[in-house]
């Protein structure tokens, strides 16, 4: 595909969205928690000018979901502002849902690692997680610790929790889209940062 289609196919409107009735988006995220373990300076979750802590009930969750799928959703996130981990059982009912009874084509989830355990990783791959993708945004310790506004440990942590998903991910034949090899060879990378 040449540079002009690539623009065309991004830039272009198609008919369905010219009409005064739009279509369902294709792909929806879902904030299933509001809450965070870490303070980002760029996260736009420290400027709500009220922070509740609350997670989404699950019944309104199956509720619009499946609205959401009648309607022609195909892809969802379990994930928007907060931390989906800080309400691991919650993710793990709102993933099962989705395959199991609503059969969402796809499900992805990204989450910042420190409390992704391996023990929730494995039940939510084997719920049927299309994808699980890994926040990073810091380089080294000082770096983290000033954009993040946690403990290093928390990164440390984290880097544990991703090659425990990854030998999960391996020793259970889960999903090939399940984590890009590329990341993590920049984890492996990260973690000899560690090491120094």
């Known amino acids: 595909m040449g540079i ?17 009735t739009l279509p369902a988006p ?5 904030e299933l928690s509001n ?14 000018e009220k922070q509740t802590n609350q997670d989404m ?3 309104l969750f199956k509720r619009i979901t499946t609205e959401m799928r009648e309607a022609g959703v195909e892809e969802i996130g ?19 849902f989705m395959k199991k009874e609503i059969e969402m084509p796809y499900v992805f989830l990204t989450s910042n690692m420190s409390i ?10 084997a719920a049927g997680l299309d994808s699980l993708k890994w926040s ?10 000033n954009i993040m506004d946690v403990k290093y440990k928390l990164f440390l942590r984290g880097l544990d929790n991703v090659k425990a998903a990854w030998e999960i991910r391996e020793e ?17 990378r990260l973690m000899r940062l560690r090491s120094c």
């Open 116 to 125: 992704a355990t391996p023990q929730w990783v494995e039940s939510i791959m």
């Open 4 to 20: 002009t289609q690539k623009i065309d196919a991004i830039t272009l409107i198609p008919e369905e969205y010219k009409s005064a």
């Open 136 to 145: 990073v945004n810091a380089f080294s310790k000082e770096q983290f610790e």
């Open 172 to 188: 259970n034949g889960l999903r090939p889209d399940f984590m890009r090899r590329r990341f993590i060879m920049m984890i492996i």
């Open 78 to 96: 379990c994930f928007f502002l907060g931390e989906s981990f800080m309400n691991p059982a919650l993710l793990l009912d709102a993933v099962t």
């Open 57 to 59: 009930d699950i019944n």
């Open 26 to 30: 294709k792909s929806v995220k879902i």
């Open 35 to 48: 809450s965070c373990n870490y303070r980002c300076g760029f996260c736009a979750l420290r400027m709500r």
